[in-house]
């Protein structure tokens, strides 16, 4: 036996032992990290834990946006066998799709690692995927948003798209408080992609902030309904609606025709436009109102002033004023109850100059409202060159200017709340806000009486009476401007109501755009919703009546028991 | 003597180190229990708050007191109770 071959065998060994100690010490100790990592990233992986989205209530607690959790499914199209006929049908069986398009899908998208197939899926479908256990499908857990009051306040509440994230209205509004912030988990993957262990919670979610909203849904619902009837029978192209708790500034109601379902698909064609904020309108006989408070003012006028209106038209320069009818002389409170063009142009000369715009600057037209509904505008309202005569009357009777319905609204507040005026908010409030006082309570109470005549016989606006509750108002009739100046055919009708009369508490603006049929005078059109709207929403507040059924003026029994309340 | 005594130590603090993690993996089989019926909890929360609005919804309140208990609206207020 020759020893070569015993020192060759050995050199063998110790080189081949050495090669291996060399490469442990590599792998082990220098390229340690790196093949760590790599490991870790083919079998650890970090998932984000959904946050909650805050839910939205009503004043009252009633849920108007709810988030449920769900999950979605998808896949690693890179990895996932899609050629594969038996897992592809019974995962296209269900998730409820085509298995033919289901494939196509998939290959088309080979070259991502990722892959939504069904997004909002339900618990059951998610535990049937589950029991599947097919390699490179995922359930990722996210949150879906339900709308349970639906069409009515959608264009409050807005609406989130698939992921979540507000798209309008208040979810748009208040998205930062709304949305919570997500946390994390490490997993342990196998190598079909399923988690098979959670290794460790690096953050719990933080859900998103509740909002409460001051809306009141039953109040709400009931706006919703009426308008939506009437703009339907009137076949008006839209309409609006908004009621303003007198007492705290709080948006009660606040809604848009044509309106839409926020559990629906989302797209284009959706009417979401919030148009008591984003619509702008010329306010015309709404104003008159702000016109006779400017009168009162000067301390010249009362509401019992006479103003001689024969022959029923004047001329202004080269503009011609005039009424339907011959009014004669009436008193100042008249020209508000029947509205009369020439007897509210010759105060407005008689008064000092700009004295209107101010009281209208005062009660806050021109200025934003300033609730955080998304997309508000101003309106055009200047002072800038309205010097000339006629300038000065147009806009005493509400033209030549615009307001958005929520401003009128909240012009009128003023108004009713005998001249405090206060923020309004659509976020329900713990405590009343700070109010400035703006008018003269005795000269904003007698503009308040001077409009409760509107609504009584004789008034442009009888049809916004009803029973137990004594309300005042004032109709406007503005034309919609087109491209050769006002267009004739094409009106807005408006009303702007107050009530009950002895102690207000709720200011409604009502606006029909474009109403079809016969008459298009707010009187005839928007007040009738204001009553029925009313009526139902001051018994469901829980007002007291200040009047009884058939008599306009305060009954005596009523008033008895009114005063046994006081007691 | 001495090295009896760090054997003790050793085997305790080994068996600790077991307990510690068998604790922490109970704990997180809980955590992960939780979680998922909390989820399961506020699903049926959404559900049941979805299922109240329809029932308890004025439109169902309005039916249910004209036509089942045949309440009608007062045609005179003969007196209010505060």
Redesign the interface.
């Known amino acids: 036996m020759s020893t070569w071959r015993h020192y060759l065998f050995l050199v063998c060994f110790a080189t081949t032992a050495l090669a291996l100690s060399v490469r442990v010490v590599y792998l082990g100790v220098t390229e340690r990290d790196f093949l760590q990592e790599e490991g870790d990233r083919r079998s650890v992986y970090k998932e984000d834990l959904p946050a ?1 989205r805050g839910m939205i209530y009503d004043r009252n607690g ?2 108007l946006a ?5 999950f979605a499914v998808a896949v690693n199209p890179k990895l996932f066998d899609a050629t594969n006929q038996t897992e592809l049908s019974e995962l296209a069986r269900v998730l409820e799709l085509g298995a033919g398009e289901l494939e196509r899908t998939i290959l088309n998208n080979r070259q991502r690692g990722f892959l939504y197939l069904r997004r909002h899926v339900s ?1 059951e479908r998610m535990d049937a995927v589950r029991q599947l256990k097919l390699g490179h499908v995922s359930l990722v ?1 996210e949150y879906r948003r ?1 709308y ?2 639906g069409e009515s306040v959608a264009h409050v509440v807005g609406m989130t798209n698939i992921d979540d994230l507000g798209l309008e209205g208040i979810e748009l509004a208040f998205e930062e408080q709304l949305r919570g912030e997500p946390g994390t988990k490490t997993v342990l993957r196998d190598r079909k992609g399923q988690a098979i262990d ?1 290794l460790e ?1 690096g953050r719990a979610p933080r859900f998103g902030t509740d909002l409460q909203l001051s809306i009141d ?2 109040l709400q ?2 706006a919703y309904r009426e308008l939506k009837s009437a703009v339907q029978s009137h076949s008006a192209k839209s309409g609006s609606l908004i009621m303003v708790d007198v007492k705290t500034g709080e948006i009660l109601a606040l809604v848009n025709q044509p309106s839409f379902n926020p559990n629906g698909p989302i797209n284009q064609r959706i009417p979401t436009r919030n148009r008591v904020v984003t619509d702008t309108y010329e306010p015309g006989s709404t104003i008159k109102p702000f016109t006779a408070m400017a009168a009162l003012e000067t301390g010249r006028y009362g509401s019992d002033s006479k103003i001689e209106t024969s022959p029923g038209y004047f001329w202004i320069d080269n503009k011609m004023i005039q009424d339907p009818v011959n009014l004669n002389t009436i008193s100042l409170s008249q020209a508000i109850q029947k509205s009369s063009q020439v007897a509210i142009a010759k105060v407005t000369l008689d008064l000092p100059e700009g004295s209107v715009f101010q009281v209208l600057q005062r009660s806050g037209i021109g200025e934003y409202v300033g609730t955080g509904l998304p997309g508000e505008a101003i309106g055009r309202f200047s002072n800038v060159g309205r010097t000339s005569r006629v300038s000065r009357v147009v806009m005493s009777y509400g033209y030549g200017f615009s307001v958005t319905p929520m401003q009128l609204a909240s012009a009128y507040v003023t108004l009713a709340s005998h001249g405090n005026r206060l923020p309004l908010s659509i976020l329900k409030r713990t405590r009343p806000p700070e109010s400035e006082r703006v008018f003269d309570i005795e000269a904003a109470a007698e503009v308040v009486a001077m409009m409760e005549q509107v609504t009584e016989r004789g008034g442009t606006a009888a049809k916004a009476s009803i029973d ?1 509750y004594r309300v005042a108002g004032k109709t406007g009739t503005a034309r919609v401007l087109g491209q050769n100046g006002y267009n004739d055919e094409r009106h807005v009708a408006l009303f702007a109501g107050i009530a009950p009369v002895s102690d207000p508490r709720i200011v409604m603006v009502v606006v029909v755009n474009e109403p079809q049929s016969g008459s298009a005078s707010g009187g005839q059109v928007a007040a009738p919703i204001f009553a029925r709207v009313a009526e139902h929403s001051l ?1 469901l507040l829980g007002v ?2 200040d009047k ?2 058939s008599g306009v003026d305060e009954s005596p ?2 008033n008895t ?2 005063a046994k ?1 006081d007691r | 003597m001495a090295l009896a005594a760090l054997l003790v130590g050793v085997i305790a603090s080994g068996i600790s180190v077991v307990k510690g993690a068998q604790e922490l993996r109970s704990l ?1 089989t809980a ?2 229990q939780s979680q998922k019926a909390q ?2 909890l ?2 049926e929360h ?2 049941l ?2 299922e ?3 029932f308890a ?3 169902t309140v309005e039916v249910v007191a004209t036509q089942e208990l045949q309440m009608a ?1 007062p ?6 109770v ?1």
């Open positions: 909650m009633e849920a709810v988030s449920t959790p769900v618990w857990p339900y349970p009051a959670d919670y849904s039953r619902y009931i137990h018994r007291m009546p009884n059924r029994r009523a028991l009114l309340r | 997180h955590l992960d989820d399961r506020l699903a959404s559900r708050l979805l109240r609005s329809t919804g004025l439109q609206f045609a005179e207020i003969k007196e209010v505060p």
